[in-house]
Nanobody, 121 residues
Framework: QVQLVESGGGLVQAGGSLRLSCAASGRTFSNYAMGWFRRAPGKEREIVASITRNGGSTYYTDSVKGRFTISRDNAKNTVYLQMNSLLPEDTARYYC??????????????WGQGTQVTVSS
């Protein structure tokens, strides 16, 4: 089992920044690809960003490219999502996820409880 605990969400004005963190425990962190997903009210869950096991490759959904940055610190068993130039449409609950074998862009093996991000206009 892998336990994932997110932190860093909150209320911010449009144009502001937040940094989400996700602390992992339970298995070897560096064996897992990591990702951030979000679900806005009335919408389906979507992948926001992902990062490979060694951090060498990243993926971003089009709507956050140039504004969000995903990174990981395998020594600290933590993955981050730096969110800049936030927009009201970024308002959602953000979930950290991990996956061992299959592409994390299509789903995950483990999920955190999520952290709420609210962007006011």
């Amino acid at each position: 089992q892998v336990q994932l605990v997110e932190s860093g969400g909150g209320l911010v004005q449009a144009g502001g920044s937040l940094r989400l963190s996700c602390a992992a425990s339970g298995r070897t962190f560096s064996n897992y690809a990591m990702g951030w997903f979000r679900r806005a009210p009335g919408k389906e869950r979507e992948i926001v960003a992902s990062i490979t096991r060694n951090g060498g490759s990243t993926y971003y959904t089009d709507s956050v490219k140039g504004r969000f940055t995903i990174s990981r610190d395998n020594a600290k068993n933590t993955v981050y999502l730096q969110m800049n130039s936030l927009l009201p449409e970024d308002t959602a609950r953000y979930y950290c996820a991990s996956r061992l074998l299959l592409p994390i862009t299509t789903g995950a093996d483990y999920w955190g409880q999520g952290t709420q991000v609210t962007v006011s206009s």
